[in-house]
């Protein structure tokens, strides 16, 4: 089941905040975060594990609750290279040893001067 | 270090040809994902590999599509016959296998069926 991503798209001035929420319905092992700008691939940013401590580099973090299986990712004093548009990827358990790693349909994050 | 490899970057085909998308994967992973992206859909999971043995294909819409992965360097995406709602970006990404491995994806073949 695909995991649910708020807000679907955000515009902000250079300097400004943002923050994208991350929910599913699954008992989920893990929540990864993706970023992919127009044209391109998804780029790897994050991984946040069950039971493990809050990530973050550079101006970009994110957190995990496991109780309410929801994940947030904090951009603070954004620039013009965070646009792009922002997935995140929800794991779980799916059966015989696997875990499958399902995305959201991606927020669209746009970066103005 | 070489990260995933896809070809061709771009296809433009007819409508009934043979589609065949490659894949070379990093260097020692031993996962290969193919996903399917569209506007209206998002990022879909199609199939995917450990250690060369399709693990979950349920994601393949029909029986024109069909995947493989004779070694552990290379994978083919394969469409037969192709239709215009095939038309897609679509990705193939790695990783080590087992849970809270990052996905390192490929730059995509951008697929469009005349």
């Known amino acids: 089941q695909q995991p649910v991503q708020s807000p679907q798209a955000v515009i902000l001035r250079e300097g400004e905040d943002a923050v994208i929420n991350c929910s599913s319905s699954k008992a989920l092992y893990s929540v990864h975060w993706y970023r992919q700008k127009h044209g391109e691939a998804p780029i790897f940013l994050m991984i946040?594990?069950?039971?493990?401590e809050q990530k973050g580099h550079d101006k970009i973090s994110a957190s995990f609750n496991e109780k309410k299986q929801q994940s947030s990712l904090y951009l603070t004093a954004s620039q013009l290279s965070y646009s792009g548009t922002y997935f995140c990827g929800t794991e779980a358990y799916s059966g015989a040893g696997s875990y499958q790693l399902t995305f959201g349909k991606g927020t669209k994050l746009s970066v103005i001067p | 270090d070489a990260g995933v490899i896809q070809s061709p970057r771009h296809e433009v085909t007819e409508m009934g040809q043979e589609v065949t998308l490659r894949c070379k994967p990093i260097?020692?992973?031993?996962?290969l994902f193919w996903y399917r992206q569209t506007m209206m859909r998002g990022l879909e999971l199609l199939i995917y590999f450990n250690n060369n043995v399709p693990i979950d294909d349920s994601g393949m819409p029909e029986d024109r599509f069909s995947a493989k992965m004779p070694n552990a360097s290379f994978s083919t995406l394969k469409i037969q016959p192709s239709e215009p709602r095939d038309s897609a970006v679509y990705f193939c990404?790695?990783?080590?296998w087992g849970p809270g491995q990052p996905q390192h994806f490929g730059d995509g073949t951008r697929l469009s069926i005349l």
């Open positions: 946040l594990l069950k039971g493990g």
């Open positions: 990404a790695s990783s080590f």
């Open positions: 260097s020692g992973h031993n996962s």
